[in-house]
């Protein structure tokens, strides 16, 4: 027979509604990523089920190396409950989101975009999906990081330019033997169109780019050796040439 007595919290604040996503997270995970998962449900924004951090910061706060960080958040995207958008430098924070299919709360759609907006978003995801090394995701934080670029003026001009250095960047790296882990984040991008900013570079050049980059792009779809047809090298995107200087 259950007890009648209604029970009282202690601390009735920031309190987590641990459901039978959480049930499944416990039996899905290792005893390090469900720690993890823990953390970030606890600490994630209700309405978006995002948490914004970095490496560091995690592994300081749960007694953990960097490097059981970096496994345990590949398991909990590998199994489909967060998805990851880390920074290359990781003492920069990205954000990690908790998959709809495992977070209790509704989301928060917050405010209607403007359709000057909305078609600024679309097209920066129409640029990605084009790119065969990018996975064909666009999340709440790539959605949101698109929005503070067209809040900043950054111009659709500037984030294809973006998109075409750092990709072939990833090209070189995989010809080089670095592995064929696709780009899974907008964020990615950022460094790439933070050194293209305030540079003037001549049209020609990333139609060069575009067309080597094709090459690469078939082979890179069909999983053989990038050796077996001339592509991209370190002298092609290393660094534009820009022809002249100032502010977009």
């Not at 996503?21 to 993890?36: S, V």
């Not at 000057?116 to 790119?131: G, P």
């Not at 900013?197 to 999983?223: A, C, H, S």
Request: net charge positive; hydrophobic share 35%; charged share 30%.
């Amino acid at each position: 027979m259950n007890d009648p007595t209604p029970l009282k919290l202690k601390n009735p604040k920031n309190w987590f509604a641990a459901g039978d996503e959480m049930r499944r997270a416990a039996i899905l995970l290792t005893d390090g990523a469900f720690k993890i998962f823990v953390y970030i449900c606890l600490h994630a924004h209700r309405g978006t089920g995002t948490l914004e951090t970095n490496q560091t910061e995690l592994a300081r706060k749960l007694n953990k190396s960097q490097g059981n960080i970096r496994k345990n958040l590949r398991e909990l995207q590998s199994a489909g409950m967060c998805n990851v958008h880390m920074t290359q430098n990781r003492h920069a924070k990205g954000i990690i989101e908790i998959t709809p299919e495992y977070w209790p709360y509704d989301r928060d759609p917050g405010e209607e975009p403007k359709e000057e907006e909305t078609v600024y978003i679309d097209a920066v995801k129409k640029l990605l999906s084009a790119r065969s090394c990018v996975r064909p995701l666009f999340s709440i934080a790539d959605k949101r990081l698109a929005r503070e670029w067209f809040d900043h003026g950054i111009s659709l001009e500037q984030v294809d330019q973006a998109v075409l250095l750092a990709c072939s960047r990833k090209y070189i790296a995989w010809r080089n033997g670095q592995g064929k882990t696709p780009i899974n984040s907008l964020r990615y991008f950022e460094s790439a169109l933070e050194e293209l900013r305030g540079q003037k570079t001549d049209p020609e050049y990333w139609n060069f780019i575009r067309l080597r980059m094709q090459r690469v792009e078939k082979l890179w779809l069909q999983n053989k050796t990038p050796s077996a047809t001339p592509g991209l090298g370190p002298d092609d995107v290393e660094h534009p040439e820009a022809t002249s200087q100032g502010s977009r």
